[in-house]
């Protein structure tokens, strides 16, 4: 059984717009509410968005604090403002790190897909591996965990393929309105729960913990608190090393005449990129070293792991799960049982449950409506730690049961070799020689 696939071409007549204002237009005049949407757009609902460039304004905690404020508004919440702080939230490379990380646990392990009746399909499943759509299709799901919300469009289908899958922007899409607007801040728009769009959708949401809204706010409302003094920490840091610690040039002249103290001033410019100053004989500059401004230096270092300790733990579950070392969190800490691998294993199985739950009660059926997909076909994601379990103890067993039958030969007696199978999963022949 494979996963079938039917090829579209984009330039076949009613899949979309040549003109993308035309379709803006069409917005405008109340596409949302129809019910003859363009194939492309029913495919893809980024296609019904107006082409404006969202604006990137500067991140303190009072738009951290506003953010959450325009989300809970009792008539017309959006989620612009967070979305918008979200993007700089995840820039960080600390908070980028740890996003990968958590999301790999997920996406890096075994999977398998089964029939109906639970069989495995080892070529549907190692077809379905090789589809760069389908991992990009697991990277938007688990962004949902940190954003609060994705909406991810299957696209055109193409030769067999799904190359256009790709995530709707998310500051157009409401999620306690459930549609997508044309426009930043606009009402009304296309819900993404219609008939014609729906099976072209799947709409990835998280649980809300204070029941405002039908939608979390994402892991990236706590994390974007600390990250924001780190992004400043990082400026007020820049600025204590060029002060203190970058060299200075100092240069002293008698000179008057413009073009030769423009030739001095040159010349020292030309010195590199460090600071200058140009003064006269009698003026004087006095020179603070990094060595000589005190021990407040410590305070950049201090503040900027404890700021990246709460993100590991926010976003990993442990503070030390990305820096952490083996063997330096106690003797009977090492190994599976430590803090830092228990800690990760608790959100692989969390995210796992996750996305087998998305995959098997949006997406499959979702393919399979449009006709993409059997019925019936299960994505399981297999427990690695499990498996290698498994075979350790197999291992084990053979070994020890390996000296228990060295042991009767030497007496004159031997294991059978299928019942020395069937204890340890080991096929194994006699010696013929």
């Excluded at 991810?152 to 306690?176: E, F, H, Q, T």
């Excluded at 008939?195 to 949401?205: A, Q, S």
């Excluded at 001095?264 to 003026?283: C, H, K, R, S």
């Excluded at 053979?398 to 070799?417: F, P, R, S, Y």
Aim: charged share 25%; glycine share 8%; net charge negative.
């Amino acid at each position: 059984m494979g996963i079938r696939v039917k090829a579209t071409k984009n330039n076949l007549p009613g899949l979309g717009y040549a003109n993308p204002m035309q379709g803006l237009a069409d917005g405008v005049n109340g596409l949302a509410g129809s019910s003859t949407l363009p194939g492309a757009v029913r495919h893809n609902l980024a296609r019904y968005m107006a082409p404006v460039q969202l604006m990137r304004l500067k991140t303190d905690v009072k738009m951290w604090r506003d953010a959450i404020t325009e989300a809970e508004l009792a008539y017309y919440p959006q989620r612009i403002k967070m979305q918008r702080m979200y993007l700089d939230t995840a820039l960080n490379g600390h908070v980028k790190a740890c996003t990968l990380k958590r999301k790999r646990l997920t996406t890096l392990r075994r999977f398998e897909l089964q029939d109906a009746d639970g069989k495995a399909l080892p070529e549907a499943t190692k077809a379905l591996a090789e589809c760069q759509w389908f991992l990009n299709f697991q990277n938007y799901v688990l962004d949902a965990i940190f954003y609060g919300y994705s909406l991810i469009a299957l696209g055109d289908i193409i030769d067999n393929d799904l190359p256009d899958l790709s995530i709707v922007k998310r500051w157009n899409v409401s999620p306690d309105r459930f549609n997508v607007t044309a426009y930043d801040y606009a009402v009304v728009g296309q819900d993404f729960r219609a008939d014609e769009v729906k099976n072209w959708h799947v709409y990835v949401t998280t649980p809300s913990e204070t029941g405002i809204s039908p939608c979390g706010y994402g892991l990236f409302y706590n994390v974007a608190l600390y990250e924001i003094f780190l992004r400043n920490l990082l400026g007020y840091n820049g600025d204590f090393v060029e002060r203190f610690s970058m060299p200075y040039v100092h240069a002293k002249t008698t000179k008057q005449d413009e073009t030769e103290r423009g030739e001095l001033e040159q010349a020292v410019a030309n010195m590199g990129a460090n600071g200058y100053a140009i003064t006269d004989p009698n003026d004087d500059i006095e020179f603070l070293e990094a060595a000589l401004a005190g021990t407040g230096w410590n305070g950049y270092d201090n503040l900027e792991q404890r700021c990246e300790k709460k993100i590991s733990k926010l976003i990993l579950g442990h503070s030390d799960a990305m820096d952490s070392t083996a063997g330096k969190l106690g003797s009977e800490q090492g190994g599976n049982e430590s803090p830092v691998q228990k800690a990760l294993s608790e959100v692989q199985i969390e995210d796992g449950r996750m996305m087998e739950n998305v995959i098997n009660k949006q997406l499959f059926p979702k393919l399979a409506a449009i006709g993409q997909m059997p019925k019936g076909v299960k994505f399981v994601l297999q427990n690695n730690d499990e498996v290698q379990e498994t075979l350790t103890r197999q291992t084990s067993n053979a070994l020890n049961l390996a000296k228990v039958a060295q042991t009767l030969k030497q007496a004159g007696l031997e294991i059978d070799a299928d019942y020395f199978t069937e204890l340890t999963k080991i096929p194994v022949k006699r010696d013929e020689k």
